[in-house]
């Protein structure tokens, strides 16, 4: 977790300092996998759906703004799957904790 945190913070550097649309990009589409990804392994799918697949739809929309060259797009729609990825993620534990075993 620590070397995911000083990848994305690197990423972030260079961004900051170049400017460049599909730098920015990739540091967002990392943290949106990244979040969908856990969702998925918390049981997204099944506990939170609505929150799972609204993230997963946001990560597949940005890559396809991305492979238009239209960055800021695609910047958008990886936040808004980061934010949902994470939303699915914390809603599936805690379902997840609170069934019955």
Known sequence: MLRFAVIVGCLSFVATASGCGPVLYMVN????QHAV???RQAGGPQRAPYEYHFALEHLRKAQEFAGTAEYQDAVDMASVAEDYGNRAREIARGRANASPR
């Open 29 to 32: 589409l990392s943290g949106a």
């Open 37 to 39: 990804e856990e969702a």
